[in-house]
């Protein structure tokens, strides 16, 4: 059965009401018919619902849906992205391991290789994740994980997930990756050879801006420490963000085909303006990495960037004439979303450190939503016209 049709007809358990869509199972805890089952169920003799912190049907049901979307033989949910990343870490680290990461990287999750986790002595190296060598040289006796997200947030660099797949397997590393700007509908990790995958569902996944959420997926016996630890941390998604969640997977594929589209016309349509020194998008034939951004990508994703001319003073303006983008520091919205990460997501970086990673002072991250992609052109072309009258940066 085609993925999208699973991630439409997967259903967990139905009440003796047979609802169509999937109720909302919002309870804390489970009962047990006697002491027994009570017994059984904490044994591991049986299966089934005990407490919301560890399992709960709608946030089953999501999980199921998002397995079969990767390919994943098991996953947990989490209440944010961030937690489905620190668990992995967590739960799969030792004092003394090291983890080797790509430095285009999601904020935060520089923050926790770079800060957090070297309080429980887990090191990271971060390497260039375009360029495998830099990976096997990164290589140490104690190296544990691989980490990476293709394309990066807000830089669109790609990584080489079979070359690099091929590494870990070949020194028993884990490769896990970051797959949430492409999301399940574009590109498989999984497919690619790589033995986890998260997401923050918060962004495409829900794709309507509504809830926070994680899910991290893979191979049962990597999934198993991950599910200790996140049950007894308590991480937990929330089960009313399942049920949001597991509905708009029904039409994560319609609006991924929709935002991709869109995105690729608006990356064309504003490549080579007077205003701007490059717009970057994965298929666009401009971008350094497209070939290898059409053999692991079905479509070039919902996000572009475009450097703007005159840096922060002019991007400031561009703000201020847009009549229909949001300026928030989300993304993956049915609304279109700007945001100047130089500034706000990625403002902790040293100036260097950002500009490794091509996060240029001017550089404007564009998560494009469902409007109609003419009224988008437009807009972006008025605002334009009107910022930078002069500069010549
Ligand atoms: C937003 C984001 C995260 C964090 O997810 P939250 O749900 O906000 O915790 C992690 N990785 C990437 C690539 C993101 O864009």
Request: glycine share 8%.
């Given at each position: ?6 991630a439409i007809r997967i259903q967990t ?6 609802e169509h869509s999937v109720p909302l199972y ?32 709608n946030v089953?049901e999501f999980?199921a849906k998002v ?134 569902a918060?962004?495409?996944m829900d794709g309507q801006?509504r809830v926070?959420g ?25 089960p009313f963000n399942a049920w949001v969640l597991s509905k708009s997977l029904e039409t994560l594929y319609v609006r ?138």
């Amino acid at each position: 059965m085609q993925k999208q049709t699973q991630a439409i007809r997967i259903q967990t358990e139905r009440s003796q009401h047979r609802e169509h869509s999937v109720p909302l199972y919002l309870t804390s805890s489970f009962t047990f018919e006697d002491a027994e089952m009570g017994r059984s169920l904490f044994a591991d003799e049986v299966e089934g619902n005990i407490y919301s912190r560890y399992s709960n049907p709608n946030v089953d049901e999501f999980i199921a849906k998002v397995c079969a979307l990767e390919g994943a033989e098991q996953g947990l949910a989490f209440g944010s992205g961030m937690a489905a990343i620190f668990a992995t870490f967590a739960g799969l680290l030792q004092s003394g391991d090291h983890v080797v990461a790509s430095r285009a990287l999601f904020g935060s999750a520089i923050q926790i290789l770079g800060k957090i986790m070297p309080k429980w002595g887990i090191t990271t190296t971060f390497v260039d994740g375009h360029d495998p060598d830099q990976w096997e040289a990164a290589l140490q006796p104690n190296t544990k994980i691989f980490f990476c997200e293709s394309p990066s947030n807000p830089g669109l660099e790609l990584t080489d997930l079979t070359a690099l797949s091929a590494i870990a397997q070949n020194h028993g590393v884990v490769l896990a990756v970051d797959n949430c700007f492409a999301t399940p509908v574009v590109q498989n990790p999984i497919e690619l050879g790589a033995d986890l995958v998260m997401h923050s569902a918060t962004k495409y996944m829900d794709g309507q801006g509504r809830v926070l959420g994680g899910v991290l997926v893979g191979r049962r016996e990597l999934i198993e420490p991950i599910r200790f630890f996140a049950r007894h941390t308590g991480p937990a998604m929330s089960p009313f963000n399942a049920w949001v969640l597991s509905k708009s997977l029904e039409t994560l594929y319609v609006r991924m085909k929709d935002h991709c589209e869109s995105a690729l016309i608006l990356a064309q349509k504003l490549e080579g303006h007077p205003a701007l020194n490059a717009v970057h998008y994965p298929f666009l034939a401009s971008h350094p990495q497209v070939e290898l951004a059409r053999q692991q990508m079905k479509w070039g994703g919902a996000i572009l960037t475009i450097d703007v001319k005159g840096g922060f003073e002019t991007v400031n303006e561009l703000t201020q004439h847009l009549q229909i983008a949001s300026i928030s520091p989300n993304l993956g919205d049915t609304r279109t979303i700007l945001t100047h990460p130089a500034s706000t997501t990625h403002s902790k970086l040293s100036l260097a450190d950002r500009a490794a990673v091509g996060i240029t002072p001017g550089l404007v991250r564009i998560a494009v939503g469902l409007e109609a992609i003419e009224d988008l052109v437009e807009d972006f072309e008025q605002a334009l016209a009107k910022v930078g009258v002069g500069v010549n940066a």
